[in-house]
């Protein structure tokens, strides 16, 4: 990595950024607890100040680390992170080296900085951070506005990737794409996963204002891949591509789900690629959403090969059955059946209740909510209520958390008050799912499950409480 200035002098061991003592001193974990705690004071990731002025200066002073690699660009309303993971482990599969940008974790920042696969250890995140500590510094003196949460998350991301060095990244943006940080990077490919509303305060009301912020990322001879659309967004996304002279590729046109059936723990798959059919592809995820995300991934990675030999059936079914999505209709406990899922808005809700009826089969579900306070509640809820008995309402450990008792006001009136229950903390809101669980299982055991949703972080508390997963 290059800068245009040398590090401050720090007697021969790198600093431990804003600990006042050499790194050596402290162990990797204090070292990523510090680092964690110095990002977590910037201005957070979902207030934006649209602008790519500051991660264009500061992705200069370390030497435009972004341009060391090809990208694959992801941006949508819902998907992008399993579309991102079905992506990197299908180019891993083809022997390639892949870094990998999502957002946002479940539980530690570290999960959003992945090598191989894997994400980086609290060492390398510690290293990464206080190698572009001196040059944050230096842009936030002389920008209007300091960098942001995510934009030093961004710049570690491409940093890290460089040194790696990564034959390919790929990038999940984080809100919206053309004043997005990571579209600082020029994607090969940009995939463009369904586009539904939500983030209106940014993105603008209408369907066709968001699509026009997330088509962005389509650069000039990129291609791009684009799932099945809106009919207003998928207009605007082609008359960006036609304005940049991109390729498309459209989920049931060029490529597309053949067909798909229920295996044990997932699903089975035939899918039409850019380049050829793929049959008895196991993708262990469920959810008809998830298929889809399997086509838009195989898609993209056909596009970023073109050239090269087929991917080949063989490559393509282990790609896919390596595939993990941590948060999404995941099964973290068994008795009795807990269900975490991080839809956070109309739109995944209502994917996810559509996975949870194809896949699972319970006499009655008992839900735990907690949700953000800048979202469509009522909306989220009203997907939710026809297959849930009970819900409990309760908060998450995000300070954007609506407050319980607002949230059961709002509750009330779709699921009826007899069906809310309110707690005050989600561990408290779990157990008293669990023994509406338990009640409701106690002539047929296994009758009932529950599922824990709303928001990603409702999904990694949940996760973190359930299954002891701290990142």
């Not at 960098?147 to 060095?165: G, H, K, N, Y």
């Not at 990244?169 to 090969?188: H, K, M, P, R």
Request: glycine share 10%.
């Amino acid at each position: 990595m290059t800068g245009a200035s040398e590090f401050p002098d720090t007697g021969g061991q790198p600093a431990a950024a804003g600990s006042g003592l050499p790194a050596g001193d402290l162990t990797p974990e204090q070292r990523l607890r510090e680092a964690e705690r110095e990002i977590l004071a910037r201005r957070p990731e979902h207030l934006i100040e649209p602008t790519l002025d500051r991660i264009t200066d500061l992705m200069s002073l370390l030497g435009d680390p972004q341009r060391s690699y090809p990208v694959i660009h992801i941006t949508g309303t819902n998907g992008k992170t399993s579309t991102a993971r079905m992506i990197e482990s299908l180019l891993r599969a083809r022997g390639l080296r892949t870094g990998m940008f999502t957002s946002p974790h479940l539980a530690s920042f570290r999960e959003r900085i992945a090598i191989d696969g894997e994400p980086v250890t609290a060492e390398r995140f510690a290293d990464i951070y206080e190698d572009i500590a001196p040059y944050v510094a230096m842009v936030d003196g002389r920008q209007p506005v300091p960098l942001s949460f995510f934009e030093v998350l961004t710049a570690m991301a491409f940093a890290a990737f460089a040194d790696a060095p990564a034959d390919v990244a790929v990038v999940e943006v984080g809100l919206g794409g053309t004043w997005d940080s990571t579209n600082i990077a020029d994607g090969a490919v940009a995939v463009i996963t369904p586009v539904a509303i939500d983030h209106t305060k940014y993105l603008g009301e209408t369907i066709e204002e968001i699509a026009g912020e997330k088509a962005g990322i389509i650069k000039p001879g990129a291609v791009a891949v684009l799932a099945q659309q809106h009919l207003g967004a998928a207009q605007v996304l082609m008359r960006r591509a036609a304005e940049v002279s991109a390729t498309v590729a459209r989920e049931g046109l060029e490529f597309g789900v053949v067909s798909g059936e229920l295996a044990v723990g997932g699903q089975l798959l035939s899918l039409r690629g850019l380049r050829a059919q793929y049959d008895e592809v196991l993708l262990p995820l469920f959810g008809s959403y998830q298929a889809g995300n399997a086509a838009c991934a195989l898609a993209a990675v056909e596009a970023f090969g073109s050239g090269q030999e087929p991917l080949g059936a063989d490559l393509v079914r282990e790609g896919f059955a390596q595939v993990t999505s941590p948060g999404r209709l995941e099964v973290v406990r068994r008795s009795p059946v807990v269900i975490v899922d991080s839809a956070h808005n109309p739109a995944g809700m209502a994917a996810s209740v559509a996975g949870l009826t194809e896949a699972f089969r319970f006499g009655e579900l008992i839900a735990v909510v907690a949700v953000s306070e800048d979202k469509d509640v009522p909306a989220i809820l009203g997907e939710l209520e026809p297959v849930v008995s009970e819900v409990v309402v309760t908060r998450n450990s995000s300070d954007r958390s609506m407050d319980p008792a607002k949230l059961a006001e709002l509750a009330g009136p779709v699921f009826g008050p007899e069906r809310v229950r309110l707690a005050a903390r989600l561990d408290d809101a779990i157990e008293i799912a669990v023994g509406l669980a338990d009640e409701a299982s106690a002539d047929l055991p296994g009758d009932a499950a529950m599922l824990v949703t709303d928001s990603i972080v409702t999904a990694g508390d949940a996760r973190i409480l359930l299954s002891g997963e701290a990142g």
